[in-house]
């Protein structure tokens, strides 16, 4: 069992109770400040070499973003976008794209392999892929689009936030590598208090709408942004304006699911029933005659 | 085994009732799990210095083994250096990505030698290496080396060799290696310290 800081919250697919007679632990948080991103992708290297992972070299797709979409072997990859404001400008918008670590996850909520997401106390979302089945259903989940299928092992990746780091009191690999200090990591109170300082900073730099992208729909995020168009969160590569889980999750995980275990639970009791007062069939002599005749 | 059509429907449906409320959730695992281990946990720790730019960032080494005179060493991890001030823990993509450096397969490992108008590298003891770059040194130096200028003055100079030094040395290694270049005459010198 990990420190009592990782104590399990939440399991996908697992009714018993998680434990939690410990009681709130600080929740922790990745705060990814855009607008002091240079786009190195020092936090890419640094992943790669803290997770043991290496993706295969691939090809240009016309943009900086390299390589140019997530995968079971990248766990976050910087989004570059050539945004045009009035005024004939030109603003070159980069964002890291990665797990958001929501408060009210979608993944595991979907998620049917008891296990294989876990959310711990501290709020990290979790894949543990050895009880991983390879069915997608995280992916279907995501408002992020984030978990991704191996071609190797069929099982689904995403980043940990450094879970094993941060259970023994270190920040992620990616926080510790940024060198413009984009990103900083700690309690989900400071770095609110943090990003609430470099919006400030931004609005007297002209950035009126600047704001923290923290959003309601999927109870909050663990990874948040400083967006200097904060009014517009689609501009940066489609990050959602408004995300939420899919409402088939719910339909599928909150109704049908009960529905369907209920009803089984009754052709359960009436066949023990009907056994219990008829009695079993018994075969008749044309049957037994048919099975005569198929057994020669 | 014989088994009748009513037995195959039977088994049939077993089986699926059975899978049916396993998939349902009426087998509930206890609710634990844990993190991946952590890597360091017993890891050697080294202070280098990253060998690429003049920025020189602190770097620490994790390697493998505590050691012992029968474990063999391997670095499995490389970080920036909190307590270095340059770079307080951070590094470049170029520094984050130092391991596969180390561990590189086409990483220069021994002196190489290749002859003018040859195709191939041969290989060189250090001792050979050493000798050779020494031999040419001296002969280059006491052909060229340029005591007086024409009007006479005393220049002590010798431009025809140039001396690269590297950007991670220490503040002593710096020291004596400008102290050996410049006395030896040589005036193009180059340790990269330019930030």
């Not at chain 1, 056994?275 to 075969?283: C, I, L, M, Q």
Request: net charge neutral.
């Amino acid at each position: 069992m990990a420190s009592q800081s990782l104590d399990i919250a939440r399991r996908s697919a697992t009714t018993t109770q998680p434990p939690n007679v410990r009681g709130d632990v600080p929740k922790v948080a990745k705060l990814i400040d855009i607008s002091k991103c240079i786009g190195c992708k020092a936090c890419q290297a640094a992943c790669m070499e803290w997770n043991d992972y290496r993706d295969k070299v691939g090809t240009c797709n016309g943009t900086y973003n390299n390589p140019p979409d997530l995968d079971a072997d990248q766990w976050t990859v910087m989004r570059f976008t050539e945004y045009e404001p009035e005024g004939g400008k030109l603003e070159w918008l980069i964002r890291k794209d990665g797990c958001m670590h929501c408060a009210d996850p979608g993944c595991l909520k979907a998620c049917p392999a008891p296990g294989a997401i876990v959310q711990y106390g501290n709020g990290i979302v979790d894949f543990h892929e050895e009880h991983c089945i390879g069915c997608g259903y995280c992916i279907t989940g995501c408002p992020f689009d984030i978990p991704r299928l191996s071609k190797k092992d069929g099982k689904a990746y995403k980043c940990t936030l450094c879970s094993d780091r941060v259970a023994v009191g270190l920040e992620p690999a990616c926080i510790k590598s940024c060198p413009t200090g984009a990103l900083v990591f700690g309690t989900k109170d400071d770095m609110i208090h943090h990003a609430e300082g470099r919006i400030a900073d931004l609005n007297s730099r002209g950035f009126a709408q600047a704001a923290l992208y923290d959003p309601k729909g999927v109870g909050g995020t663990h990874v948040m942004y400083v967006l200097p168009h904060g009014d517009k969160p689609e501009i940066y590569d489609r990050l959602p304006k408004d995300p939420g889980i899919s409402p088939w999750v719910s339909v599928w995980k909150g109704v049908t699911k009960p529905i369907l275990g209920l009803g089984l639970g009754v052709i359960a009791l009436g066949g023990f029933i009907h056994y219990v007062t008829k009695g079993p069939n018994e075969a008749d002599d044309e049957d037994a005659k048919e099975d005569k005749h198929e057994r020669r | 085994m014989h088994v009748t059509r009513r037995q195959f429907f039977k088994l049939c449906g077993a089986s699926l009732g059975g899978s049916s409320i396993a998939l349902l959730g009426f087998s509930p695992a206890q609710a634990l799990a844990d993190v991946r281990t952590f890597k360091l946990e017993r890891t050697t720790e080294t202070r280098n210095t990253c060998p690429y730019c003049s920025v020189s960032c602190g770097l620490i080494m994790y390697s493998l083994g505590d050691q012992a005179k029968n474990a063999k060493s391997s670095i499995i991890h490389i970080e920036g250096d909190p307590d270095h001030p340059v770079n307080r823990g951070t590094l470049c993509p170029k520094g984050a990505g130092l391991l596969d450096f180390v561990h590189s397969d086409s990483r220069l490992q021994y002196p190489e030698y290749r002859a003018p108008g040859a195709k191939s590298w041969q290989r060189l003891s250090w001792d050979e290496a050493f000798s050779r770059i020494a031999r040419l040194v001296k002969d280059d130096r006491d052909k060229n080396f340029v005591a007086k200028n024409a009007a006479g003055a005393t220049v002590n100079r010798w431009i025809t060799t140039g001396f690269l030094a590297a950007s991670a040395s220490s503040n002593e290694s710096g020291y004596l290696t400008h102290k050996v270049v410049r006395s030896l005459g040589i005036l193009a010198f180059d340790n990269q310290a330019r930030v």
